[in-house]
């Protein structure tokens, strides 16, 4: 059985950012399987095409991993938060006997106790010291040797492979220097028991501190997650019960009471109140909720009582999708990660033969004991070059900076987007429903001195009523508030960026822009002035023909936004050129940038050259971000090197776009913007310490400063640095938990009652 939709993964055996690129090239190795990408600081995979679990898992498994499905996200994470304080307080546990066992011998030897054989009672203490390490290898870092020997078996190598054969070294070296030191100059018969032991120990602590600091960055899922209600109060048969949220059904009738979590979508049908949209959307006040209006899964109720009907539940709800679609980003990958992960799917062989070289340098041009300074550095380079600060740089740093973003109502669906948004130096906006309301309502209405106003109206409006158009409900209200009553419309017709026509208690009405008229031989020339006018008062002007003649003008407006002005400055302020992009008049589009101070207007666009309009500007060399809702936006959000959707506006725009906006206002393109600006900079600082890291850390460990200054690194410090790398990417990618857009919205405290 397949399946064509996205399947998660719980990966388990992946130990470095080595195993990211074998696991992914074996996911995608499955037929069916079109796009597999892992997340190493998660331990999942994301899969999409058509193809079975059974299938991706046996792949996974003939590649040396583990993996299970994760099918309900809150119970793999709860799954997951349990596994990890498991592994952590055994790593814990782990850590103290090691470094117990590792700091007492270390302690010996700075009390001035001899670390060599030079007498039989030497061999028998050190033999019994190195069953003990022996022990400590075995209980506290064999899976060290297990995932290294798996590696092995599937002709690869990763993290384990260095640890294995750096401490195994130094165990295997020790016990030859005890049962065989006369074979070994007396220089050369030093004992390194305590370095097996302390790095292990080492390594572990880093290992419980990462896996500490990790469990934070998940904490935008977790809030997420928290925020579904856990039962619903369903009326059926005139009675109320409560039911676990699972069990609700379409269509059930739901009760919500004062302080409760909405439990699933659905639209209002008695009552009315408050609702708390705030840790969806970002909009800090709460939208007023009537009969016929639509609420979310999530959100919390205010002060009144509601009855709603359930239209979506289980995976279908706005929330679970929010949900998803930030998953999903975190398993993607910038430009950015999959450098790391290519560089990292070389980095351990590479080690392997730098480690091998290093020794051979040392055996042949080093000094007295060459063979003891052979060992010394060929542990030091294998310990010190672990790649998983590398590995972790990327996945931590998109996991918070995604989660963050969803915080503030911005849903980013792209790696990509998250990486080119800091890139961008211009950005177009569509005007209604983007800089306007996208609420029209008809202010302006001009009919001609032999027609009846009233009449002209009920045309109007009856045609409108096939139109899909925004401008089409702004007529119909009019209508409607005026008490006329309207009839069919037959023929219609709607040409897309011009105009719509149809036959109506058999007259031809036409309604449209001036080349809509032009285009059916009309003679408009004596509304062509007072059109003129009106667009220069930001009113866009709506010819009306009947029969032939021009017989009408409607005018109508769509209010500004009250925040656009403030944030198109704030874009401003950026660097960043603004430019508002629009099917309207040119008139009316310079008449509502001016009120919003946008000095660049592309106008009188039809909704099928919107497209050619940003490749047209990405010609021109500019770096373009499409803001827009609509369906005649698709094309231009699809072309944009990023494109943001109003997630107010259609599905079709929303899924054309890099960047979901949950709320309607346009500060929500800044905060994406600084939000995708910090996250880069943090995955650079990340890979910048990593690669600073292991490219100073790797010369000095293989001795480049031993003949200039007599310096070489202790194997232990280097075991030491190898665990406090890692640990610091993790700690440097949980700052962005502390990032704030320059200009936020403060969110009110709201109630976060369980049930419903």
Known sequence: MTNNENIRLAITGAKCAGCVKKIEAALQSVEGSTMAEMNFAERTAEISGSMSPSQLIEAIEKAGFGATVIEDEEKAQQQREAQDLAHYKKLIRDMAIALTIAVALMAYGLMGGAMTVASTGDQVAWFLVGLVTLWILYFTGGHFFTGAWTSFKNHSANMDTLIALGTGAAWSYSMYVVLLPTTLPVEARHIYFEAAAMIIGLINLGSALEIRARGRTSQAIKRLLGLQAKTARIIRDNKEQDIPIASVQLGDKIRVRPGEKIPVDGQVIEGSSLIDESMLTGEPLPVAKKVGDEVAAGTINGTGSLIFEATRVGHQTALAHIISQVKKAQNTKP?????????????VPSVLIVAVLAALAWYNFGPDPKI???????????????????????????????????????????????????????????????????????????????????????LAASLEQASEHPLAQAVINEAKKNNIELVDCLDFHAESGQGISGRINDQTVLIGNQRWMDTHNIDATHLVEIATDWSKQAITPLFMAIDGQAASLIGVSDPIKEDSKEAIERLQAKGLKVIMLTGDKEDTALAIAKQVGIASVIADVLPTDKGDAIRNLQQQGAIVGMVGDGINDAAALALADV????????????????????????????????????TVRNIKENLFGAFIYNGLGIPVAAGILYPLMGLLLNPMVAGAAMSLSSFTVVSNANRLRLFKPSKTIQHPKTNTTGGA
């Open 643 to 678: 494109g943001f959707a109003i997630g107010t506006g259609t599905d079709v725009a929303i899924e054309s776009a890099d960047i979901t906006l949950m709320r309607g206002s346009l500060h929500s393109v800044a905060d994406a913007i600084e939000i995708s600006n910090a």
């Open 335 to 347: 430009a950015l990660g999959r450098l790391a992960d290519t560089i990292s799917s070389i980095f």
């Open 372 to 458: 003891a300074y052979m060992l010394v550095v060929t542990m030091s380079v294998l310990i010190i070059a672990c790649p998983c600060a590398l590995g972790l740089a990327t996945p931590m740093a998109v996991m918070v900076g995604v989660g963050k973003a969803a915080q503030f109502g911005v849903l980013i669906r792209k790696g990509e987007a998250l990486q080119n948004s800091g890139k961008l130096d211009t950005i177009v906006l569509d005007k209604t429903g983007t800089i306007t309301q996208g609420k029209p309502s008809l202010v302006k209405h001009f009919t001609a001195e032999d027609s009846d106003s009233k009449h002209v109206l009920m």
